[in-house]
């Protein structure tokens, strides 16, 4: 690991350090700026976020807990690559609640949570044209954001929150397949036409065959990738 990542960190007074720096890594792993396979060097990161050793230590351990670094003994630590179990597992519950949440969304969304939707999908379009995936990837991460909001269900919001950063990390992965950007963008037309009609079992239809679709594009990059 040599190459400078912008680990760069700003330190807060009323934060704890090694809090700082495990967040930091994580956002990294999340949005690949650490990409899969590759190897976390105590010393280049500490140097690279201007730290000791001690919080990144630390966070490199908490990170392995959670599944987002691998250590191999006597070789050291390593982002952690993604599994097929890890991704079947993620999806399948992500499909059930982007369902629930988009058929409590045709039930109960206003005609402003439709609108601001609509405008969210008009700027989707824009960056998907100029194919600027974080731009796509921070829209897309909003829209689905949308929904969950328009469920007018709050545990369901917070639950689908604590799935955010492995979903992120699937979505940064997926968005970036060929042509997925297009179709991702088609089904979110579809799941807001569902949304419009009123239509709970349509909505609930459209959401959990796109996320369907999402998996299929990363089961297939992997496959490719292998």
């Avoid at 909003?142 to 545990?155: C, D, P, Q, T």
Wanted: net charge negative.
């Amino acid at each position: 690991m040599s190459d400078n990542h912008g680990l760069r960190i700003k330190l807060d007074s009323f934060r704890p350090l090694g809090e700082i720096v495990y967040e930091a890594l994580r956002d990294a792993i999340v949005n690949q700026t650490l990409k899969h396979g590759e190897r976390l060097l105590e010393t280049e990161l500490a140097d690279e976020m201007g730290v000791s050793r001690t919080p990144v230590r630390e966070a490199i351990r908490k990170l392995e807990v959670e599944g987002y670094v691998a250590i191999v003994p006597r070789k050291g630590a390593f982002v952690a690559g993604l599994s097929i179990k890890d991704i079947n597992e993620v999806f399948e519950i992500r499909k059930s609640l982007e369902a629930l949440a988009a058929g409590l969304a045709a039930a109960r969304a206003t005609s402003e949570d439709i609108e601001a939707m609509e405008r969210n999908i008009l700027e989707e379009a824009k960056h998907w044209e100029s194919s600027d995936l974080l731009k796509t990837i921070e829209i897309d991460t909003e829209f689905h954001g949308l929904i969950y909001a328009a469920s007018k269900n709050v545990r369901l919001q917070t639950i689908i929150t604590d799935l955010r950063d492995h979903v992120q990390r699937f979505r940064t992965t997926t968005l970036a397949v060929p042509g997925r950007m297009k179709f991702a963008l088609d089904e979110h037309r579809l799941i807001i036409d569902a949304i419009g009609k009123k239509d709970v079992q349509l909505a609930r239809k459209r959401a959990a065959e796109h996320i369907e679709s999402a998996e299929g594009a990363l089961l297939e990059l992997i496959s490719y990738q292998r």
